[in-house]
């Protein structure tokens, strides 16, 4: 069965380094999700690709934080520097198109995450 | 107060009870999604319901769109259901897609 594929799964690293993420979305999905998750509370989306195209970063933290998916394809997460509020579980979702082969689809597929550490 | 609410926050349970986990949510709503998280931290698409009730083994999912009210339940509780149950809606007019997670509730099933 397809998934949604990350890496790393954990990541220790100091505060001030650069740290990157990478999401491999299930083949044939146009949208793919970034999502930042704090101990005991639900996700909260960081930002949002339909193909290689932006649709939502309006919640990423710009200043230290940048996404991309070049080919529309695979899609990497960066952090630099990092922050000890950066600790968390990141994870990456991806759906396929809707129905008439456009927009999004409601159903998200999860990847297992990569739980980040800053020291 | 956020735009979507979950109780209870944690639930202990003896193997073989029947679980209810409650949302409610105060957006209008195109789908409303149980997802399981299991302490790995994979998340796993329960159920995706927009009316009426979906049943899935001992899963069943029910949402009630006039009083914006969704009920997760389990029958015959087995520890292996251990896990945080997370109730999301994908919101009417929001950003294409996205989905407004609550903060989940925390499930232990005890033999």
């Known amino acids: 069965e397809a998934e949604v594929a990350q890496s790393p799964r954990y990541k220790i690293t100091e505060k001030s380094q650069a740290v990157a993420f990478w999401c491999d979305p299930i083949s044939g999905h146009a949208t793919l999700y970034w999502y930042r998750q704090i101990l005991g509370q639900g996700p909260e989306l960081l930002v949002q690709?339909?193909?290689?195209?932006?649709?939502?970063d309006s919640q990423l933290p710009k200043d230290r934080f940048s996404a991309e998916r070049l080919k529309g394809v695979d899609s990497t997460l960066k952090i630099q520097p990092a922050e000890l509020g950066d600790s968390a579980m990141y994870l990456c979702a991806s759906s396929p198109r809707g129905e008439r082969g456009y927009g999004y689809a409601d159903t998200q597929y999860f990847g297992p995450g990569t739980r980040l550490t800053v020291l | 107060k956020n735009e979507v609410e979950q109780s209870p926050q944690n639930l202990t349970a003896q193997e073989g009870e029947f679980i209810t986990i409650n949302c409610s949510y105060s957006v209008g709503i195109s789908a409303l999604h149980w997802l399981q998280q299991h302490p790995g931290g994979g998340i796993v698409s329960l159920f995706m319901?927009?009316?009426g009730k979906k049943k899935h083994g001992r899963l069943i999912a029910t949402i009630n769109i006039q009083e914006k009210h969704s009920s997760l339940h389990i029958t015959a509780s087995h520890p292996r259901d251990s896990a945080v149950y997370i109730c999301?809606?994908?919101?009417?007019?929001?950003?294409?897609?996205?989905?407004?997670f609550g903060k989940g509730t925390k499930l232990s099933v005890k033999p």
């Open positions: 999301a809606v994908t919101s009417r007019g929001g950003s294409q897609g996205n989905l407004i």
């Open positions: 319901l927009s009316s």
């Open positions: 690709f339909q193909d290689e195209s932006v649709v939502d």
